[in-house]
Protein backbone atom coordinates (compact mmCIF):
# COMPACT_ATOMS: atom_id res chain seq x y z
CA UNK A 1 0.00 0.00 0.00
CA UNK A 2 1.49 3.52 -0.85
CA UNK A 3 1.38 6.39 1.62
CA UNK A 4 -1.15 8.94 1.25
CA UNK A 5 0.80 12.04 0.14
CA UNK A 6 0.76 15.32 2.04
CA UNK A 7 -2.52 17.04 2.42
CA UNK A 8 -3.46 19.54 0.33
CA UNK A 9 -6.26 22.85 0.76
CA UNK A 10 -7.60 23.93 -2.37
CA UNK A 11 -9.76 26.92 -2.21
CA UNK A 12 -13.47 26.82 -2.86
CA UNK A 13 -14.76 29.20 -1.95
CA UNK A 14 -16.69 31.91 1.16
CA UNK A 15 -19.94 31.06 2.85
CA UNK A 16 -21.02 33.84 4.94
CA UNK A 17 -24.78 33.83 6.54
CA UNK A 18 -26.63 36.25 8.81
CA UNK A 19 -28.31 34.39 11.44
CA UNK A 20 -31.56 35.11 13.45
CA UNK A 21 -30.51 35.37 17.23
CA UNK A 22 -30.89 32.29 18.99
CA UNK A 23 -33.43 30.68 20.72
CA UNK A 24 -31.97 28.74 23.44
CA UNK A 25 -33.31 25.77 25.49
CA UNK A 26 -31.10 25.29 28.20
CA UNK A 27 -30.23 22.13 30.61
CA UNK A 28 -31.63 19.37 28.04
CA UNK A 29 -29.91 15.91 28.66
CA UNK A 30 -27.24 16.30 25.95
CA UNK A 31 -26.57 20.33 27.05
CA UNK A 32 -27.77 23.64 26.25
CA UNK A 33 -29.16 23.78 22.95
CA UNK A 34 -28.75 27.15 21.10
CA UNK A 35 -31.11 26.87 17.75
CA UNK A 36 -29.77 29.62 15.14
CA UNK A 37 -31.80 29.96 12.08
CA UNK A 38 -30.50 31.57 8.63
CA UNK A 39 -32.03 34.86 7.37
CA UNK A 40 -30.16 34.57 4.66
CA UNK A 41 -26.56 32.89 3.26
CA UNK A 42 -24.71 32.56 -0.13
CA UNK A 43 -21.20 31.05 -1.20
CA UNK A 44 -19.05 32.63 -3.49
CA UNK A 45 -16.07 30.85 -5.02
CA UNK A 46 -14.99 30.54 -8.58
CA UNK A 47 -16.44 26.46 -8.77
CA UNK A 48 -19.45 26.97 -6.71
CA UNK A 49 -21.98 30.43 -6.36
CA UNK A 50 -25.48 30.63 -4.70
CA UNK A 51 -27.41 31.35 -2.22
CA UNK A 52 -29.58 29.81 0.24
CA UNK A 53 -33.35 29.23 0.00
CA UNK A 54 -36.15 28.33 1.67
CA UNK A 55 -36.91 28.60 5.52
CA UNK A 56 -35.38 25.16 6.77
CA UNK A 57 -32.02 26.28 7.54
CA UNK A 58 -30.68 26.20 10.30
CA UNK A 59 -27.68 25.28 13.07
CA UNK A 60 -28.88 23.16 15.91
CA UNK A 61 -25.39 23.87 18.10
CA UNK A 62 -25.55 21.75 21.27
CA UNK A 63 -22.90 23.73 23.90
CA UNK A 64 -21.52 21.54 26.52
CA UNK A 65 -20.50 22.75 29.73
CA UNK A 66 -17.43 24.10 29.23
CA UNK A 67 -18.49 25.92 26.67
CA UNK A 68 -17.50 24.13 23.58
CA UNK A 69 -20.09 24.31 21.29
CA UNK A 70 -20.93 21.57 18.73
CA UNK A 71 -22.60 22.72 15.63
CA UNK A 72 -24.76 20.68 13.12
CA UNK A 73 -25.79 22.82 10.15
CA UNK A 74 -28.10 21.96 7.81
CA UNK A 75 -28.84 24.49 4.34
CA UNK A 76 -30.18 24.40 0.77
CA UNK A 77 -27.99 26.26 -1.46
CA UNK A 78 -29.29 27.04 -5.18
CA UNK A 79 -26.05 27.65 -7.25
CA UNK A 80 -26.85 30.95 -9.60
CA UNK A 81 -27.67 28.45 -12.37
CA UNK A 82 -30.26 26.64 -10.62
CA UNK A 83 -29.07 23.67 -9.03
CA UNK A 84 -29.80 22.35 -5.51
CA UNK A 85 -26.63 21.67 -3.56
CA UNK A 86 -27.85 20.37 0.44
CA UNK A 87 -25.08 21.16 3.13
CA UNK A 88 -24.55 20.06 5.93
CA UNK A 89 -21.49 20.52 8.31
CA UNK A 90 -20.27 19.44 11.90
CA UNK A 91 -17.68 21.63 13.86
CA UNK A 92 -16.94 23.70 16.90
CA UNK A 93 -16.79 26.69 18.28
CA UNK A 94 -15.65 27.56 21.76
CA UNK A 95 -18.45 30.22 23.22
CA UNK A 96 -16.68 29.95 26.95
CA UNK A 97 -16.26 33.59 27.24
CA UNK A 98 -18.72 34.91 24.72
CA UNK A 99 -17.97 34.01 21.82
CA UNK A 100 -16.22 35.68 18.91
CA UNK A 101 -13.48 33.33 18.27
CA UNK A 102 -12.52 31.12 15.28
CA UNK A 103 -15.48 28.49 14.20
CA UNK A 104 -14.11 25.32 12.78
CA UNK A 105 -15.77 23.53 10.51
CA UNK A 106 -16.22 20.04 7.92
CA UNK A 107 -18.80 20.84 5.14
CA UNK A 108 -19.88 18.30 2.84
CA UNK A 109 -22.32 18.51 -0.44
CA UNK A 110 -25.01 16.46 -1.44
CA UNK A 111 -26.34 16.97 -4.96
CA UNK A 112 -27.98 15.37 -8.00
CA UNK A 113 -27.53 18.03 -10.54
CA UNK A 114 -24.63 16.85 -13.46
CA UNK A 115 -23.22 19.69 -13.42
CA UNK A 116 -22.53 19.63 -9.74
CA UNK A 117 -21.86 15.81 -8.74
CA UNK A 118 -17.88 16.71 -8.38
CA UNK A 119 -19.27 18.04 -4.95
CA UNK A 120 -20.59 14.83 -3.17
CA UNK A 121 -17.12 12.85 -2.63
CA UNK A 122 -15.65 16.01 -1.49
CA UNK A 123 -14.85 16.39 2.15
CA UNK A 124 -14.63 20.37 3.03
CA UNK A 125 -12.85 22.17 6.40
CA UNK A 126 -13.56 25.86 7.24
CA UNK A 127 -12.42 28.25 9.25
CA UNK A 128 -14.68 31.20 10.09
CA UNK A 129 -15.89 33.95 12.30
CA UNK A 130 -19.09 34.66 14.70
CA UNK A 131 -19.65 38.18 15.32
CA UNK A 132 -23.52 37.59 17.25
CA UNK A 133 -25.55 37.67 14.01
CA UNK A 134 -23.25 37.45 10.89
CA UNK A 135 -20.85 34.42 10.40
CA UNK A 136 -17.94 34.22 7.91
CA UNK A 137 -15.96 30.87 6.50
CA UNK A 138 -13.41 30.20 4.67
CA UNK A 139 -14.36 26.86 2.72
CA UNK A 140 -11.06 24.85 1.57
CA UNK A 141 -11.56 21.06 -0.40
CA UNK A 142 -9.36 18.47 1.20
CA UNK A 143 -7.45 16.68 -1.43
Known amino acids: MSEPGPLELVPLGR????????????????????????VSGSFEGERLRGAVVGR?????????????????????????DGAPVFVH?????????????PVYATPRFDTGDDRYRWLNP???????RFDGTSLVYDVFELR
Open 122 to 128: VQAVAKG
Open 56 to 80: ANADWMTVGPDGTGSLDVRVLLETD
Open 15 to 38: MSALLHAPRVLEGTPAGDRWIFEV
Open 89 to 101: YTGRVDVSSGGGG
